[in-house]
């Protein structure tokens, strides 16, 4: 059974109201789109097993992308799409020059009218069996991406909040946007998806903040603001986009090896049924490691390096320091490093909570306010909120350390 919740419990809730740091729970992976993007061989095999099956079917007009004006049909699976070949020549090379071919006569056996796009079986317009006076060209892709690739293309994109829903059309629209050279589209579907797989630490919390918010609104582990981060590694590999790999490897390193690999009637399907190669599953345990590896690194060099940052902001370093330090580091020992029921794996939260202001540093709990007097209250309480600073910009700086460690964590070429 998985978890409720990612969240490791915070240490120490601060008095002022402070929300505790970023960090979204990896939901189950059951929690992807019913509906998830294959990988391109699943997909591949799964369009030519349609085409067969659908090759004696009836097809039927699309309701909406037949126009009566069409000059050509697209018939994908068993739907039927009249369109324009100017328009799909005007955005797509790959059409233009297929356009401009000349078409196979009747008894033809071999046209020069024939493309082959990638692994898919060769496109050939077919003049001998038009449909109200249109040939017909038969595409090897699901229909659904067909329909989401035409209406970007007529209507313009029109992206949602990259959740399950949102990532089924983006990545159809992709997928064959870059097939059909459609460059336009491609970039617009890219950046669309930078927003929730970034490539930079300010738009990595960005991310997590958006998905607090939706898990402080739904509940703990009820989050389902982003799909999976395994199905974008598959068509990050599929649409060669390796801008995508960094942040969904690092946001899959994230679950647990029982998320990872074990499936149950209520988690659903694991990673297992998943088209990953063994090649990215290598990646994915060798990160993994390396991720959890530096949360140890982070919280022995906190420890070590403790009294340095003290004494840069105190003209003698106070005992109470001192032993806030100690104490927060041995907190964070126990919290991170041996409680395996709640290890966390994120090594990028566990340095922001870290560094958060939720720790009273020089100020004995339950103590009297007027112990030490007014005055020497105020400057104890100057001198520690240094201290506090010195922390936060510590952790500031292994953060960004460590966003830009991501890529050889996982052997990515980015």
């Known amino acids: 059974m998985m978890q409720a919740s990612y969240y490791p419990t915070p240490i120490m809730i601060s008095a002022s109201g402070h929300y505790p740091p970023r960090s979204p729970p990896p939901n189950g992976l059951s929690r992807r789109s019913a509906h998830s993007p294959k990988s391109s061989v699943d997909r591949h095999a799964q369009i030519a097993a349609s085409a067969g099956d659908n090759a004696l079917a009836e097809p039927s007009k699309h309701t909406d992308l037949w126009f009566c004006d069409g000059s050509i049909v697209l018939r994908a699976e068993d739907t039927l799409f009249r369109v324009h070949k100017s328009q799909l ?28 796009a990638n692994r898919n079986p060769a496109l050939q317009i077919d003049t001998t069996n038009e449909i109200e006076g249109c040939p017909v060209l038969r595409l090897y892709d699901t229909a659904e991406d067909v329909e989401n690739l035409l209406t970007a293309l007529y209507d313009g994109p029109n992206f949602g909040k990259n959740d399950s829903a949102d990532f089924r059309i983006v990545s159809g629209i992709l997928r064959l946007a870059t097939k059909y050279l459609v460059d336009s589209l491609r970039t617009k579907a890219l950046v669309h998806l930078s927003r929730a797989w970034p490539t930079s630490l300010k738009g990595w919390d960005a991310r997590e903040d958006l998905a607090r918010a939706d898990e402080m609104q739904s509940g703990p582990g009820m989050s389902n603001i982003y799909p999976s981060p395994a199905d974008v590694v598959i068509l990050a590999r599929e649409v060669n986009a390796p801008s995508l790999l960094p942040s969904a490897f690092y946001d899959l390193s994230r679950y647990h090896y029982t998320q990872l690999f074990e499936q149950d009637d209520e988690s659903g399907p694991s990673i297992a049924d998943l088209s990953l190669s063994n090649a990215d599953l290598q990646r994915l345990a060798l990160g993994k490691e390396a991720s959890q590896h530096a949360i140890t690194t982070l919280i022995r060099s906190m420890g070590s390096h403790s009294h340095s940052l003290l004494l840069g902001h105190h003209t003698h370093t106070h005992r109470s320091c001192r032993r806030d330090f100690s104490e927060l580091v041995a907190l964070a020992t126990q919290h991170y490093l041996f409680d395996r029921e709640r290890g966390c794996t994120d090594p990028l939260y566990v340095a922001e909570e870290l560094g958060q202001p939720l720790y009273d540093f020089g100020q004995a709990s339950g103590a009297d306010d007027t112990r030490f007097g007014e005055s020497r209250r105020s400057a104890e309480v100057s001198e520690c909120e240094a201290c506090a600073r010195a922390l936060a910009m510590w952790t500031t700086r292994e953060r960004e350390r460590m966003w830009k460690m991501i890529p050889l964590w996982f052997r990515l070429d980015v």
């Open 89 to 116: 020549a005007r955005h797509s090379p790959f059409f233009c020059d297929l356009f401009s071919l000349p078409q196979p006569s009747a008894d033809s056996t071999t046209s020069s009218s024939t493309v082959v």
